[in-house]
């Protein structure tokens, strides 16, 4: 029988995302696939939304949580990684095999330098340096005035 992976249950950039003490996940604007910089340079503030299926078998060990931004030659745009932490879901009272387990979070994108150039640049999210999935984000430079 074939083990149960991670899986990338959200995972997009919205121009807000958050949250709150009850657990539920708040996007909006989400599904944003292209950007235009603005002065001096910078991308707009955005958030990165992500929710990750944990396995029943792996929810009671730590997982290491990354999220990278890379441009096309897969070199880091800021410090790198953007977000990284570890992870534990356990299981709650009362959960079962085949329960919905899972590890969410918002990264905040505030100041990231945008490229000079119309360009892609790349989120990169893993579990142990395992990359779960890449979600490209396309920069064009801010219009002329």
């Known amino acids: 029988m074939e083990q149960e992976q991670f899986e990338v249950r959200i995972f997009t950039v919205a121009d807000h995302a958050a949250i709150p003490p009850d657990g539920k996940l708040y996007i ?25 299926r944990v396995p029943w078998h792996r929810s009671s060990e730590p997982h290491q949580v990354s999220v990278r931004l890379l441009d096309a030659d ?57 990359v779960l999935s890449v979600l490209p984000l396309k920069v064009f430079p801010p219009r002329p005035q």
Do not use: K, W
């Open 28 to 52: 909006n604007g989400g599904g944003i696939v292209s950007v235009m910089a603005q002065p001096p340079g910078q991308l707009p503030p955005l958030c990165l939304a992500v929710r990750i």
């Open 74 to 130: 897969r070199r880091p745009v800021v410090h790198d990684p953007i977000s990284s932490f570890t992870a534990e879901t356990g299981r709650p009272p009362g959960a079962r095999p085949g329960d919905e387990l899972f590890i969410q979070f918002v990264v905040q994108l505030v100041g990231i330098p945008a490229p000079p150039q119309p360009a892609t640049l790349y989120f990169h999210l893993a579990i142990a340096d395992h």
